[in-house]
């Protein structure tokens, strides 16, 4: 039986640009098996937009809250999103804001 993917859409708050925190969601989804992408917000926050189970995404929100050595994460607020499948292969830093 095949678990059926999802779509979260995390904000990311604290300490989270330019230490790094984009590169590391990349590892982290990389890590958990989950899809799509983490980009600056022009407020200071990280937005990261994941597609994966529920266990993926679960295990996923936990690195994301955990971050980066040079990061202070001080929230992660977690919404559901429209699952897009042109993020559903692979995980990448967007460089736009």
């Known amino acids: 039986m095949r678990a059926e993917k999802q779509a979260r859409r ?3 708050s604290g300490t989270v640009q330019g230490v790094g925190y984009r590169y590391f969601a990349v590892n982290a989804a990389e890590q958990t098996g989950v899809a799509g992408y983490a980009k600056n917000l022009a407020d200071g926050r990280v937005e990261v937009y994941a597609i994966g189970t529920k ?3 679960g295990d996923f929100a936990r690195e994301l809250r955990r971050g980066p050595a040079h990061a202070a994460v001080t929230a992660v607020t977690e919404v559901d999103a429209e699952l897009l499948p042109v993020f559903n292969s692979g995980f990448s830093v967007s460089y736009d804001r």
Request: glycine residues 0%; neutral net charge; charged residues 0%.
């Open 55 to 57: 266990a993926q995404l």
């Open 10 to 12: 995390f904000f990311v």
